[in-house]
C-alpha cells in the first residue's frame, strides 16, 4: 500500500485543501511513481469548480504529471526504478477498439482520464497528479528524454500534445502560413512546434502587449485581431488556424483568413458555445472546421522526442502547493506566463 498526500477540491465552491488516500499494492502490469512535479491546466480549473458539470467530489486534479519510478510490476518491460517519466492526460482505454488499435486512445469510448474517470481497478473516481504518487499500467506511462528540464516539461504532458497532435495530423510544414489564435498555456507552446515543423507562423491576439513575446517565441507575425484592418489584410492567406482559445468568440473573422480548402482546428473548450459562424464562409471556399482531443499514446512519446530533439519546452512559473488556489484565479484571469507548474516537493509541509 502507498499512503498518499495530495490537494483535492472537495466542492465547486471551495477551495482546494489537502486530501489523504492510499493506493493498494501494485499490480504486474503496473508502475507506480513518485511525482516530481504537475502542471496546472485550465482544464483543472473548469473540472474543480464543474463549470463542464459531471464534477465527482473529492477531486485530485492534474494531468500533466512527471515524477520518478519507485516501483515496477512484474510484467512491466519498458521501465525500471529511478526512471523519469510522464503520465499524462489519459491512464485507461478498453485496448480493443479500432481507435486503440490505431494507437488514437484519446477517442476511445472508454478511456479513462487522469482524475475524474471512474476506475474499476481503484473501485473509485481516478486522482491525478496533485499529489506524491500515482500508479498507473505501463503502457499508459511516457519516457521522458534525458537531458529535458523537468519542470518545464510537464505541461507537455498536455498543453504540448494537443497542440501538436493536430499540427501533426494535418501535415503542418515548410509548405504552409498558418495562424495561431491566443498566446496562453497552449498557444505559446503551438508557436515554438510550428516554428519547428517549418512553418510560417502568425500570431492572433487581442493583446498589444504580446506581440514582442509572440516574436521571440518565434512567430513570424503576430496580428492584433482587434484590428479589423489588419485582420482584412491577411484575408484568404493561411492554410491552416489552430485556435486554442477557450473562451467564447466569434469565428467568422478567422474563417475569412483561411485560403480555399483550409482548415481551422479547435481545441480550447468553453464552459459556453462560441456563436455559430457564417455558413457562407465555408460553403464559398471549401473552408474545413474541425476539432482535435490530446494524443495517443504513441503519438504523445513521439511529440516529447521532437520537442527534445527541437530544445523545445513550456514557459513555467514554479509555484509550491499551498499556492494553487490563488495560480487558479491567475489562471482565469490569464496572468500567468504561461503555466503554473506545481513543485510536488512542497506539498507536505501544505498539508
Request: with cysteine; glycine share 8%; hydrophobic share 40%.
Amino acid at each position: 500500500m502507498i499512503k498518499t498526500q495530495a490537494y483535492a477540491a472537495y466542492r465547486a465552491d471551495e477551495p482546494l485543501k489537502p486530501f489523504h488516500f492510499d493506493y493498494p499494492a501494485i499490480k504486474p502490469n503496473e508502475v507506480a511513481i513518485d511525482i516530481l512535479y504537475c502542471g496546472i491546466c485550465h482544464s483543472d480549473v473548469h473540472s474543480s469548480r464543474n463549470e463542464w458539470g459531471g464534477a465527482n467530489y473529492p477531486m485530485v486534479p492534474g494531468h500533466e504529471v512527471l515524477g520518478r519510478v519507485r516501483e515496477v510490476g512484474g510484467d512491466v518491460k519498458k521501465f525500471h526504478v529511478g526512471d523519469i517519466v510522464g503520465v499524462g492526460c489519459l491512464v485507461g482505454s478498453c485496448q480493443q477498439c479500432s481507435e486503440c488499435a490505431d494507437g488514437l486512445e484519446q477517442y476511445c469510448d472508454n478511456q479513462i482520464f487522469t482524475y475524474n474517470s471512474h476506475s474499476e481497478r481503484f473501485n473509485r473516481v481516478t486522482y491525478g497528479g496533485y499529489a506524491t504518487h500515482i500508479v498507473v499500467d505501463e503502457h499508459f506511462v511516457l519516457s521522458i528524454p534525458e537531458g529535458m528540464d523537468l519542470a518545464k516539461t510537464a505541461p507537455l504532458l498536455c498543453a504540448g500534445i494537443t497542440v501538436y497532435s493536430p499540427l501533426r495530423h494535418w501535415n503542418v510544414g515548410p509548405q504552409h502560413r498558418i495562424g495561431i489564435v491566443g498566446l496562453g498555456g497552449l498557444g505559446h507552446v503551438a508557436v515554438k512546434i510550428a516554428r519547428a515543423m517549418g512553418a510560417h507562423v502568425v500570431v492572433f491576439t487581442t493583446s498589444e502587449s504580446k506581440a514582442k513575446e509572440a516574436m521571440l517565441l518565434g512567430a513570424h507575425e503576430v496580428v492584433f485581431s482587434k484590428d479589423r484592418v489588419s485582420m482584412e489584410g491577411h484575408q484568404n492567406s493561411l492554410n491552416f488556424i489552430l485556435n486554442t482559445v477557450a473562451a467564447p468568440h466569434d469565428i467568422d473573422p478567422y474563417l475569412l483568413l483561411l485560403k480555399r480548402d483550409g482548415v481551422i482546428v479547435f481545441v480550447g473548450l468553453p464552459s459556453e458555445n462560441h456563436p455559430s459562424p457564417y455558413i457562407g464562409n465555408l460553403i464559398f471556399k471549401r473552408r474545413m472546421m474541425a476539432g482535435s482531443l490530446i494524443g495517443g499514446i504513441k503519438e504523445t512519446q513521439e511529440m516529447l522526442n521532437f520537442c527534445a530533439e527541437h530544445d523545445i519546452t513550456a514557459d513555467v512559473e514554479i509555484i509550491s502547493m499551498d499556492y494553487v488556489n490563488q495560480a487558479y484565479d491567475r489562471v482565469v484571469s490569464n496572468e500567468v506566463k504561461y503555466r503554473f507548474v506545481i513543485d510536488m516537493s512542497t506539498l507536505k509541509s501544505a498539508q
